[in-house]
């Protein structure tokens, strides 16, 4: 199985202010014969179901706020939240769908500081 | 729009069977795979297992032993069944679709149902 970590488990950041969240896989999800990084990331608020957010590690899915970036390649990957909104806490949570069994990251809360 | 909800028991008692379904609305269920997910109450995803219209169904190896998941296209619902249960498998479990075999990514879930095994 391909192990997902993600760093920190729980961040507070100011409103307006960026937020980084790392997600490490313990093999390459880098396709190589398509170049795609077989990476998704999820928001989850409490009481609610996972909602994607960004595909191929770099998607943003339709209707996802712009301020939400996805970034990496090969083992490394990164959420980036550019400025920070009250509806943005949650849980977040990374996927590799490279291979089968399909695992998810811990997940990393974030708070308003 | 499209819809899942999980219906089934939310108190199932230690060593029976937990079953549950997953209704489809506003898509086909045909040409997409229909996937089982839990988590634990504050903890993290994961996968149990998915089902293609055609009835091919593919599960995780740490599950692999307990778990069925089935389809009816007729009545766009998939079914979830987990034998010998244990306290580990109280979890919330939610039905979600992956777009596609190349595409594994879950990009409309459920509710999510509360399943706690208790005698």
């Known amino acids: 199985d391909i192990a997902m970590t993600q760093s920190p488990d729980s961040l507070a950041v100011s409103l307006g202010e960026r937020a980084t969240i790392n997600c490490k896989s313990s093999q390459s999800v880098l396709y190589s014969y398509n170049n795609n990084n077989y990476l998704a990331w999820y928001q989850q608020k409490p009481g609610q179901p996972p909602k994607l957010l960004i595909y191929w590690a770099s998607t943003r899915e339709s209707g996802v706020p712009d301020r939400f970036r996805g970034s990496g390649s090969g083992t490394d990957f990164a959420l980036t939240i550019s400025s920070l909104q009250a509806e943005d806490v949650a849980v977040y949570y990374c996927q590799q769908y490279y291979s089968n069994p399909w695992t998810f990251g811990q997940g990393t809360k974030v708070e308003i500081k | 729009q499209v819809q899942l909800q999980e219906s089934g028991p939310g108190l199932v008692k230690p060593s029976e069977t937990l079953s549950l379904t997953c209704t489809v609305s506003?898509?086909?269920?045909?040409?997409?795979?229909w996937n089982w997910i839990r988590q634990p109450p504050g903890k993290g995803l994961e996968w149990i297992g998915y089902?293609?219209?055609?009835?091919?169904?593919n599960y995780n190896p740490s599950l692999r032993s307990r778990v069925t998941i089935s389809i009816d296209t007729s009545k766009k619902q998939l079914s979830l069944k987990l034998t010998s249960v244990t306290a580990a498998d109280t979890a919330v479990y939610y039905c979600?679709?992956?777009?596609?075999?190349?595409?594994?990514?879950?990009?409309?879930w459920g509710q999510g149902t509360l399943v706690s095994v208790s005698s």
């Open positions: 089902i293609y219209d055609s009835g091919t169904s």
């Open positions: 506003g898509v086909s269920i045909n040409s997409y795979y």
């Open positions: 979600a679709r992956a777009y596609s075999a190349s595409q594994f990514y879950f990009d409309y």
